[in-house]
């Protein structure tokens, strides 16, 4: 006990550890409070330790190195912004699609002060909060109506939900995918009540599979867009206007889960053709929906497009009240929408921008990188991310640099700030200019100077 007792004495006071030259540091970093804490918390974790176990004696040095990672773990679990030099760009671990200057300008707005959102000024009645989005989403796609949801997840359950339940889908074995992080198209279909019916074999599916399929039961014939897999080789689907004449033949609904849903050719820019919303509505379908953070380049929602009857049901059933979005996501995405309406996007949606964004463009960055910090600028190739366009990729340049531990130059680059998140390829760091906006570049070169 009197070993305890000794060991407890032994311990510094707070007073005396604020003093120190490193932890003056740390408050400089994290601010006084902070530090305060995870020096009360520190002690009080040492004595617990000096008390409840063999007894140990904690030096200084410890006790500071443990405020330090308790203050940096706290940090690391806010929402930091990072730099991207992955070259993916719509990146689902590092929030998916930037917004454009405007779109982030109308947020702001909206978040400060009240606004139209069920407001009609020319009445002074209560309006629809969808009515922008609806008109400018219309005049983009051709489509009869629209409605916004939380996510293309929620999407696809309100349709099911609203317009399947107890009854049959029929849907491709090609296409009975998982979107990600464990959500499986089959789980969405039973958690609406859908009932599901497979057609057809993994790589290929017929109409007439979907015709043997079809029953008394059935609602409604779903394609999912194969957007975060390619098959290739031996495959084969229905066109989707194949699948809408069966549908409307028999009375059925048609419609297309188009995932990252394109409003632009992906194909001009040297990727695959990414199906376009607007191929969807000339193929007939009733509804196609899409997400809002992917290909579309706005914040996250789920966008269903389509014929104005379905529509209605969709809006009057409860669950569209449930997955609704707020103002800050309509400020936002019709933002973004008024850029495709200008025939701007391509410069000012962030997306849009790092797709078109040139080889040339690219390389001289690199090489402007490359005499500030050393390393070597080699070709390599950036990706769209996003569960979009897999196995297609852009030519881009990369800097390359040299690393006794690639991995530990990785790790110390995530440690800067801001964090600068990279990748490694053939033993060396690879930098890709692509994503890495033009306002962090001073940022970037002051972690990379730091780290090599
Ligand atoms: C990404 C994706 C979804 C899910 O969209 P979220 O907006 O992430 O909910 C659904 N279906 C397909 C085909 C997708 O690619």
Same mark, same amino acid.
């Given at each position: 006990m009197n070993d305890r007792r000794a060991l407890l004495r032994r311990l510094p006071s707070v007073d005396s550890l604020l003093a120190r030259s490193e932890v003056q540091q740390l408050i400089e970093v994290y601010s006084r409070d902070p530090v305060v804490s995870a020096i009360r918390a520190q002690l009080n974790e040492a004595r617990r330790a000096i008390l409840t176990a063999a007894p140990v004696d904690i030096d200084d040095g410890a006790l500071i190195q443990g405020v330090e990672d308790v203050l940096s773990r706290q940090q690391q679990s806010t929402l930091r912004p990072v730099i991207?030099?992955?070259?993916?760009?719509?990146?689902t671990n590092l929030g998916r699609a930037l917004l454009s200057k405007s779109a982030q300008k109308a947020m702001l707005a909206a978040a400060g002060a009240y606004n139209t959102l069920e407001f009609d000024l020319e009445t002074g009645k209560r309006g629809s909060r969808l009515a922008q989005a609806s008109g400018i989403l219309r005049h983009l796609t051709g489509a009869e109506d629209a409605l916004v949801v939380n996510n293309n997840a929620s999407a696809l359950i309100l349709i099911l939900s609203a317009l399947a339940k107890g009854k049959e889908v029929i849907i491709s074995? %090609?296409? !009975?995918?998982?979107?990600?992080?464990?959500?499986?198209i089959p789980a969405i279909m039973r958690e609406s009540g859908a009932a599901l019916v497979e057609v057809g074999t993994t790589n290929r599916t017929r109409i007439a599979d979907y015709e043997a399929g079809l029953s008394e039961g059935a609602a409604m014939l779903l394609r999912i867009h194969s957007s975060n897999f390619k098959q290739v080789g031996f495959v084969e689907q229905p066109t989707l206007s194949e699948l809408t004449a069966l549908a409307h033949e028999r009375g059925l609904l048609a419609v297309d889960?188009?995932?990252? %849903?394109? !409003?632009?050719?992906?194909?001009?820019?040297?990727?695959d053709h990414e199906p376009t919303i607007q191929e969807s509505i000339t193929a007939g379908v009733d509804l196609v929906c899409f997400s809002g953070d992917k290909l579309l380049g706005g914040p996250q929602a789920g966008i269903i497009v389509g014929k104005a009857d379905a529509l209605a049901k969709l809006k009057r059933h409860p669950l569209a009240r449930a997955l609704r979005v707020d103002k800050l996501t309509y400020a936002a995405l019709i933002a973004t929408l008024e850029h495709y309406r200008r025939d701007e996007a391509l410069d000012e949606i962030p997306v849009w921008r790092m797709i078109s964004r040139s080889l040339d463009d690219i390389r001289t960055t690199a090489e402007r990188w490359a005499t500030q910090v050393g390393g070597t600028v080699v070709s390599g190739e950036s990706t769209v991310g996003g569960?979009?366009?897999?196995?297609t990729a852009l030519p881009s340049a990369l800097l390359a640099l040299e690393s006794e531990s690639p991995n530990r130059a990785l790790e110390k680059l995530r440690r800067a700030d801001p964090p600068v998140i990279a990748r490694i390829a053939e033993g060396r760091v690879m930098l890709d200019?692509?994503?890495?906006l033009p306002e962090q570049e001073a940022d970037l070169l002051t972690a990379l100077e730091s780290v090599i």
């Open positions: 991207n030099a992955t070259g993916v760009i719509i990146h074995r %090609g296409q !009975l995918v998982e979107i990600g992080g464990g959500f499986r889960d188009l995932g990252s %849903g394109a !409003l632009i050719d992906t194909a001009p820019f040297g990727l569960g979009s366009l897999p196995g200019p692509r994503t890495v």
